[in-house]
């Protein structure tokens, strides 16, 4: 089973602690919540958060999920996780803020 991850702007990730669930503001209208598997992030963080020092890398118990999240083809031949529900804060099995290094690219070195 590999490792089911969603990046997190830290502010909406912190403004879901009072509800004990989270859901970014483009689950509103996108009815499902983007994740990635690891092979995936940097792809994901080049194209949509580069430069970006306000992400949280979350790791998510993908057991959890059941039949809401789904991998699915966004057009470009390559299946990514979508998560049709709000993420529990009880299935998030790790937190890592992500630095910019010197050059102002996240740092990955730890995956």
């Not at 912190?14 to 483009?26: L, R, V, W």
């Not at 792809?43 to 020092?53: A, K, L, M």
């Amino acid at each position: 089973m590999s490792r089911l991850m969603h990046l997190a702007l830290a502010a909406e990730l912190a403004a879901s602690a009072e509800n004990d669930i989270y859901a970014p503001a483009g689950f509103a209208t996108e009815g499902f919540i983007h994740c990635c598997w690891p092979k995936q992030l940097a792809g994901v963080i080049e194209r949509y958060y580069q430069g970006r020092d306000d992400l949280v890398l979350l790791d998510l118990d993908q057991r959890a999920f059941g039949k809401t999240l789904v991998e699915e083809d966004p057009g470009n031949g390559e299946k990514f996780p979508h998560l049709y529900a709000h993420i529990p804060l009880s299935t998030i099995t790790a937190k890592r803020v992500l630095l910019l290094d010197g050059n102002g690219n996240v740092d990955l070195s730890f995956l």
